[in-house]
């Protein structure tokens, strides 16, 4: 359990260690980086009143991880997300090449995307990812072969900069 | 696909500045009120555990104050309560208690009050309490007597205005005046009157003085001082062996102060007054 001044303080290097990580998986989920921004701050809010104790640094990455992923589902549910029509997230400011993956990798079905972001990303095995989803690592593993495949049809690649999973 | 191509993308996407500064003044803000708000629950908390604890005790109370009232809602209509309620077994004894004002042509019964009680061979004479006194023998011969004092008890009705005694304690006559004197046991002991005042007049050998309206005589046999472990020990200045006027003294007489001269039984003190 914490007191006051460790919570602060645990809250504090949470925030300056994941929140760019967390940020950018609610952005794969939601595609917007308000919307991320939204749900990674209602994760700290969580994190705050839970005050969960972790064993180590990789399990509070994880349970900040899971938690990114399980509001990032609620707001996709709600009712006002659904029914609004946001103007897509300009990304004119990436170099293009970085830009048509992003986008590519963003129409992607959000079951491909996120093992994909996860993996991509964050660097996490299928086992981790697994852990992270709750889910049979075989079922993670089509996932990632699935949606590596529907982008390789969409922007290319070539044989020898696949990633070997 | 290019593993640093997304990874870089990633990377380069724009999010606000100051995010973690703002989330950060934003978890802190969300922090006071839910502490304040926890303030107000274990406040609201405290409240209602009193309120609760005021209830049970008052509730308790009301239970101790009425432990025949039904356990029920009192709003329960009486007839049912009646219903439900199990019969009071037992008999209601009533005191028979007074002094016979009547006694019938039989001598069996006898009137006390406005109740005419009947001694019957069912009646039970005397207590058997182990520290009951013994009963009289009026009692025992039956011989109720107008002005005798009466006591016991009777189970029956006393609204029908005349019942059979199961009881009878005791029954004593009253004392008769010429009985009353010779009976009594002569008072002995003699009564002490305080002797305590200031001195008004001394007689001329010294031996009398007078306090108030009573002349007292001091004699061989009058005891100085005070007796008794406590005591202090008797001085010049508190027991002075000359009577003076206005001197104030102080003893008790066990003689009979209305002769208006006694002689002193005890003289305790015989000050000077201060000057």
């Known amino acids: 359990m914490y007191n006051s001044f460790e919570l602060n303080e645990s809250v504090r290097r949470a925030l300056e260690l994941y929140s760019p990580s967390l940020i950018r998986i609610a952005f794969a989920y939601l595609k917007n980086t308000a919307d991320a921004e939204e749900v990674t701050q209602d994760v700290f809010l969580a994190y705050l009143q839970k005050r969960p104790v972790f064993d180590n640094g990789e399990h509070e990455k994880a349970w900040l991880i899971r938690t990114t992923i399980n509001k990032s589902k609620n707001m996709l549910k709600t009712g006002w997300f659904r029914s609004r029509n946001p103007v897509p997230e300009d990304l004119s400011y990436l170099p293009k090449e970085e830009s048509d993956v992003l986008q590519a990798v963003l129409a992607l079905d959000k079951k491909y995307r996120i093992p994909i972001h996860l993996h991509y990303y964050e660097g996490y095995s299928i086992q981790e990812i697994a852990a992270i989803l709750e889910a049979k690592p075989a079922t993670v593993g089509t996932w990632l072969a699935r949606g590596r495949a529907i982008l390789k049809e969409k922007i290319g690649g070539m044989e020898d900069e696949e990633v070997c999973l | 696909m290019k593993k640093s191509v997304y990874k870089s993308a990633m990377s380069h996407l724009k999010t606000s500045d ?64 009646a219903t439900t309620k199990p019969p009071i077994m037992g008999k209601v004894a009533v005191n028979i208690d007074g002094i016979i004002s009547e006694v019938s042509a039989d001598g069996r019964s006898f009137k006390v009050g406005e109740l005419w009680v009947e001694v019957t061979d069912q009646t039970k004479l005397g207590s058997s309490e182990p520290t009951a006194a013994a009963p009289s023998e009026e009692l025992l011969q039956k011989n109720f007597q107008v002005g005798d004092i009466v006591s016991g008890y009777t189970s029956q009705d006393v609204s029908t205005g005349k019942v059979t005694a199961d009881v009878i304690y005791n029954l004593i006559a009253p004392e008769k005046e010429g009985e009353t004197s010779e009976a009594k046991p002569a008072i002995t002991g003699k009564m002490a009157v305080n002797i305590d005042g200031v001195i008004s007049e001394v007689s001329a050998d010294g031996k009398s003085f007078k306090v108030g309206e009573l002349w007292v005589t001091v004699t061989p046999e009058t005891k100085l001082g005070i007796d008794g472990p406590t005591a ?44």
Not at chain 2, 18 to 39: G, S, V
Not at chain 2, 235 to 240: A, F, I, N, T, V
């Open chain 2, 18 to 81: 100051d995010f973690q500064e703002a989330t950060y003044i934003k978890l802190m803000n969300h922090k006071e009120t839910m502490n304040m708000e926890m303030a107000k629950k274990r406040r609201k908390v405290t409240g209602w555990t009193a309120g609760i604890a005021a209830c049970a005790v008052l509730a308790v109370g009301l239970i101790a104050l009425n432990p025949d009232s039904p356990a029920t809602t009192p709003s329960s209509p009486p007839t049912n309560t």
């Open chain 2, 232 to 275: 202090a020990a008797p001085s010049e200045e508190l027991l002075q062996k000359e009577f003076k006027v206005g001197n104030i003294v102080s003893g008790f007489t066990t003689d009979d102060v209305s002769m208006g001269k006694v002689n002193a039984t005890n003289i305790y003190n015989n000050m000077a007054p201060q000057q």
